[in-house]
């Protein structure tokens, strides 16, 4: 089929997709990954998708990445983000110079120095999911796995941010925010009908938030001492941006992005893991319990989980000027999509890239060079903060579960769903029947 383009003042432009293949999509009501894979495949890691009134161009060349993401990024802006509604003004939805104030203030609670202090939370916080499967195998009771994961990952960073585990009552109403970061992709493009949709579990997110905050100005500190929200309580003693408002944002916006993206990519290498039981049995016989074998290779089957579900599938950018990308015109106001997912399945960087295989963190040349070849977190500035310890709890907790027991599944999600992540569409019922012979 020929193909349109883009209009380009320079002469090269950017390969559009075709509209009948974009009315067959339509048609057939398949994923919006899908139809960005056909772009990928056919025209290359650079290409337009007419949605809409003007085409996006989608990007997916990891020189092309690195190119929007992390060279050009004040080319390459964020705009609206889809999550506002319930994130506000936190960090992920800031722009400008109030993205760099608030992004400064967090990114020292981060590093190698400051991850340290989470430590014994997250210690404690795996330590107690371990508990809860142990008695899940002594009694032989149906669990659902994906919400395991989910309540291990909001007790990990309920412990950072207020130096408290968490409790039954702010477990059972922080469910809200599952509930309404699953609601987005379907919420009404109004604003006020968006919010209104959603009303009562953004409420009750607020409560949480009331009573930790003032905890916390009471001066409430947790058994481990305080966490995050003390950090932002200070800086609302000299910064007068951070408002009681901003305060309850950045709260919401670290509950959404410390226990969404880790319940999901746990859930995920759990249901690999019952594909490719090997993966597992390889990477305990990596080296003896606590050794840096064993965690290299622990750390690994979640990097190889995170490149085939990456915690943000696509990345949204808007050209803030005219650029040239990959040889290719854009035309300032363009929408533009980074997709890592497609990227981390593209068989021109990975071998075999359906395929389950960790191995690919551990041996040398077995994973792409370019900076822009393997980005579940993004990269450039605006990558995610929480990196590092997304990886340290996820590592703590498996080092704590694999060796000690295996989740029989009694059924399995059929497909994945693409919203603000990738996540498995539906329960994952199981039962525990100790370490497999």
């Given amino acids: 089929m020929v193909t349109q383009a883009l209009p380009s003042p320079a002469g090269r432009r950017v390969p559009e997709l075709d509209q009948a293949l974009v009315g067959q999509w339509r048609d057939g009501g398949g994923e919006l990954v899908d139809l960005f894979a056909q772009a990928r495949e056919r025209l290359g890691g650079v290409a337009a998708v007419r949605l809409g009134p003007r085409p996006t161009v989608l990007v997916t060349d990891p020189a092309a990445v690195r190119h929007v993401l992390a060279l050009h990024p004040d080319r390459y802006v ?39 202090r989470y430590e014994r939370r997250i210690t404690a916080a795996a330590r ?66 968006a919010r209104g949709a959603v009303a009562a579990e953004l409420a009750r997110i607020d409560a949480v938030v009331a009573l930790a905050v003032a905890a916390a100005r009471d001066g409430a500190a947790g058994p481990d001492g305080p966490g995050l929200l003390h950090v932002l309580l200070e800086a609302a003693g000299t910064r007068p941006e951070y408002t009681d408002r901003l305060i309850r944002d950045e709260l919401v916006t670290l509950l959404v ?26 990477a305990l016989a990596a080296g003896a319990e606590g050794s840096p074998e064993r965690r290299d290779a622990v750390q690994a089957l979640v ?23 990959a040889g290719y015109e854009v035309e300032a106001g363009t929408d533009v999509i980074v997709c890592p997912y497609l990227t981390h399945r593209d068989p021109a960087l990975w071998e075999d890239p359906a395929r389950f295989d960790p191995g690919r963190f551990t041996m040398p040349g077995r994973r792409p060079a370019h900076p822009g070849g393997y980005l579940p977190f993004g990269i450039g500035p605006r990558a995610c903060l929480g ?12 080092e704590h579960l694999l060796p000690a027991q295996t989740p029989t599944f009694r059924s ?8 603000i992540t990738v996540r498995p569409d539906g329960p994952a019922p199981a039962t525990l029947g100790g370490p497999p012979g």
């Fill in 78 to 116: 964020k705009r609206s983000h889809r999550a506002r509604l319930l994130i506000g003004d936190g960090v992920l939805a800031a722009t400008g110079e109030a993205w760099q104030r608030q992004r400064k203030l967090l990114q020292g609670q981060f590093t190698g120095p400051g991850m340290r």
């Fill in 128 to 193: 107690t999911a371990a508990d809860r499967w142990d008695a899940y195998a002594r009694t032989g009771e149906v669990f659902d796995v994906g919400e395991e994961m989910r309540r291990f990952a909001l007790d990990t960073i309920w412990r950072s941010l207020t130096g408290h585990p968490l409790d039954a009552v702010t477990e059972r109403e922080l469910a809200a925010v599952a509930a309404v970061v699953a609601a987005l992709p379907s919420l009404p493009a109004d604003g006020a009908a």
């Fill in 257 to 282: 992005a410390g226990h969404e993206t880790t319940a999901t990519t746990l859930t995920w290498l759990y249901l690999l893991l019952d594909r490719n039981p090997k993966a597992r049995e390889e």
């Fill in 303 to 325: 990097h190889e989980t995170l490149r085939l579900y990456p915690s943000a599938w696509i990345l949204p950018r808007s050209a803030a000027c005219d650029d040239v990308l």
């Fill in 387 to 398: 990196l590092r310890f997304a990886l340290r709890e996820s590592t703590a907790l498996l």
């Fill in 412 to 419: 399995l999600p059929d497909r994945a769903a693409y919203g």
